[in-house]
């Protein structure tokens, strides 16, 4: 390689073939020179500064033939390069950081070979792919279209706002209701609260419970959660069922799943985790849920209801 080639690439290998890993490789000398692991904050501008001399100082000698490092700190009367010159020198490489780079070092028959191997598995996918959708998937969706031919009304969901006929908290937490049917928490709030609530509805056939958290002004960073970050976390849910005037025969509800427009992870803190029947779990919305309505569906296992309908 002639050497002015040599000289770019080790300088600037990166810009100028920023496709070729020999030149990512050559420029890595500019961050690859001294450089402690380990330095305090108060060390950090000092070990800046001399790593960037660092690479001045060697540009200078390899490729220049110059030692320029005494104008860091003054000038030379008849030097070539001064401290201005070195300044602007050293801003050159001011970009130049030490970082991990991943660089491909195969030659192109192995590239191509690797991409053939992924357009064979590519093609095998979809394959698999159309076999499914046109097999068993087609089946299923045959079955499911036969079912609803026979029972329309289970293609039919809808919702309806229960109104609370009770509302208890077991550490004097406030519930205000809301125009809208909801309940907004008013007043301090402990860090741990049960919450009854009892409401009345003439639906013969409840599948699920929709839970909605929503946000509002009064609410840190606007909840839907009361607590300090906008979080709430929703340990456990028990829904109980009895006829309308006969509380003594509630039974409890079996729920069979949950789902969640947002959950703060998929383990402890997912919607599944609020029935779990541990303490320390529970479905939250932090980490990109906060300050935005959220809701939970839970359905029941069996379909729920009374002739003269239930509380």
Known sequence: ???????????????????????????????????PTQITEREFESTRYDQLDDMVSTTGVAFLGLTVGCARCHD?????????????????????????????ESTPAERNKRRLEWEARLHELRDKATALEHGAVAKR???????VRKNPAALQTSWSVLRFDEV????????????DGSLLKTGTTPVKETYTL????????????RLEAL??????HD????????????????VLAAPQGEPAKSSRVKIESASATFEQNKTSLSVRSSLDGTANTGWAVD????GKNQAAIFRFAQPVGFPAGRC
Request: hydrophobic share 40%.
């Open 1 to 35: 390689m002639p050497f002015d080639q040599f000289a770019r690439w080790q300088i600037a290998g990166d810009e100028i073939v920023p496709n070729d890993s020999q030149a990512m490789a050559a420029t890595g000398f500019l961050s690859a020179g001294v450089f």
């Open 76 to 104: 030379h009367k008849f030097d070539p390069i001064g401290a201005k010159d070195y300044y602007r020198f050293a801003a050159s490489f001011a970009t130049a950081v030490p970082c991990e780079i991943e660089a491909d």
């Open 141 to 147: 969706f045959d079955e499911y279209l036969a079912s």
């Open 168 to 179: 208890k908290t077991a550490h004097g937490t406030k519930l205000e209701p809301q125009p």
């Open 198 to 209: 009892t409401a009345r509805t003439s639906e013969q056939a409840v599948t699920a419970l």
């Open 215 to 220: 946000t509002d002004k009064s609410l840190p």
């Open 223 to 238: 909840g839907p959660g009361a607590g300090e970050n906008g979080n709430f976390a929703l340990t456990e849910i028990e």
């Open 287 to 290: 980490g990109g849920g906060i």
